[in-house]
């Protein structure tokens, strides 16, 4: 197949039948998660009043590689293999000789990369005789894809949402609730922990953080409700991976080698879903990319957070975990890409950034909007505005290449269409959008609050 096609496609009997896990390969382990009363290392039994025994062995799993169960590929089937497309317009538009892959997650009925995860932990937690997930959504992907993923295995599904995002995205709340799925902004008078924060600021926007925190007090009071998250832990992370495990082959069909590889990270899951199965490669040395991190400049807890035991949530219900942060009450000022808006970094992201495996950048939302439109007047497809920061990693990479003349092959992650988010395009487009400086003090403040752990 030559290289100038632009749609590299595979067939079901192509699809990977099992989900890569990096831990074995790393030149050292990541650090333990710790119980925060003990300041142990946490056990099964630690974290079984939220999560089905067959995800906790994903989280602390040392095998190379994990089945895929067969209920699990049949509801993939609905939209897997995704298609791997060549950028030739937007190429075209800027003057680059770059070569522009991007793998395209929007084809999911949720319309982004979360179904990946959330239809095998609903079918986990279904096996177990869970009968209802809670969960937090910042943007809504992961709500709507948990909500999907809930009706395919007869659960019930509530959703804390980000109260910013949930107003900004109206068809968000309606997607979910056509779905199945019950959703409430967040902070909320419906648990102890929102209505601490209510209490303090009513009109807070809401964060990642605090939504945890609200729906993982739910599930811990019910015997037959279990906690699903989106992003950050090791099982999400591996789930994931079946991006990067299907754009390996696709590349392949065209002879093509990446040299950069660009994600938009928040939790990190998209990211670490594209990037680990090359990391594997790189670490083999069967290629050499640069893999880049691209955060939103209000909230870049890689470039500008700690490395340091946090809290996954606001109000300290969580187990603590090694990872990049901003303090666990830390709350991002309101930018419309909602799904990155998120105070501490994938604890296994954090420690290959540590080893120096990855690079990370932060964009600010104007310039990503910016790439976001221009990609969709040259590609057609109107993107979320989380992978809009890849993008504007992407076009600055292509501009250098234009520059240097270096043919370089970049790919990076789609992770989802942006067509519950035309609000934020209409800011943008009307020239009402703000970019919001990171303050200092903020990030300061929160950091001093940062959980003791002895050395």
């Known amino acids: 197949m030559s290289d100038d096609v632009t749609k590299i496609l595979l067939s079901e009997s192509e699809m990977p039948t099992s989900w890569y896990n990096i831990v074995p390969d790393l030149p050292s382990p990541p650090p333990p998660v710790l119980h925060p009363g003990t300041m142990q290392p946490v056990g099964p039994d630690d974290l079984a009043p939220l999560f089905p025994m067959a995800i906790i062995e ?271 009450d830390f709350i991002p000022d309101p930018i419309h890409a909602g799904g990155l808006r998120y105070h501490g970094m994938a604890p296994l992201i954090s420690h290959v950034y540590e080893l120096g495996l990855i690079e990370a950048v932060a964009k600010s939302q104007r310039e990503c909007f910016e790439a976001g439109v221009t990609f969709a007047r040259t590609e057609g497809i109107i993107p979320a505005p989380e992978p809009t920061h890849a993008l504007a990693a992407c076009v600055e990479e292509a501009l250098r290449c234009k520059e240097t003349g270096e043919p370089k092959v970049i790919l990076t992650a789609l992770c989802g269409h942006g067509h519950l988010d035309l609000p934020a395009y209409g800011k943008f487009l009307s020239g009402e959008m703000t970019d919001h400086a990171l303050s200092g003090e903020a990030v300061e403040a929160a950091l001093t609050r940062l959980p003791a752990v002895p050395a």
Request: aromatic fraction near 8%; charge should be neutral.
């Open 58 to 328: 994903q989280e602390v799993t040392t095998e190379r590689h994990v089945t895929i169960p067969p209920e699990v590929l049949e509801v993939y089937r609905l939209w897997r293999p995704s298609p791997l497309y060549r950028a030739h317009r937007l190429e075209k538009a800027l003057g680059t000789p770059a070569k522009i892959y991007y793998k395209y997650e929007g084809v999911s009925p949720a319309g982004s990369h979360k179904p990946n995860t959330a239809v095998p932990q609903a079918y986990y937690n279904a096996s177990a005789g869970i009968r209802r997930l809670t969960t937090e959504t910042g943007a809504g992907q992961w709500g709507t894809a948990l909500s999907f993923a809930a009706a395919q295995f007869g659960l019930e599904c509530e959703i804390w949402q980000v109260r910013a995002s949930y107003d900004q995205k109206p068809y968000r709340k309606l997607m979910i609730e056509t779905f199945g799925g019950t959703i409430h902004p967040s902070p909320s008078e419906l648990t102890a922990a929102g209505r601490a924060v209510l209490a303090a600021d009513p009109d807070s926007p809401g964060s990642l953080g605090i939504a945890i925190s609200e729906a993982v007090e739910v599930a811990a009071q019910h015997p037959d409700t279990n906690y699903a998250l989106g992003s950050v832990l090791n099982h999400v992370l591996l789930h994931q991976t079946v991006i990067g495990e299907e754009a390996l082959l696709q590349l392949a069909k065209v002879g093509a080698v990446p040299d950069v590889i660009v994600g938009c990270t928040g939790g990190g899951s998209n990211f670490a879903g594209l990037a680990f199965p090359f990391l594997r490669e790189k670490l083999a040395g069967r290629m050499a990319p640069v893999i880049r991190a691209v955060e939103p400049a209000s909230c870049p807890s890689l470039t500008k957070g700690v490395y340091a035991y946090d809290f996954g949530d606001t109000a300290g219900m969580t187990p603590l975990m090694k990872m990049h942060t901003l303090g666990h």
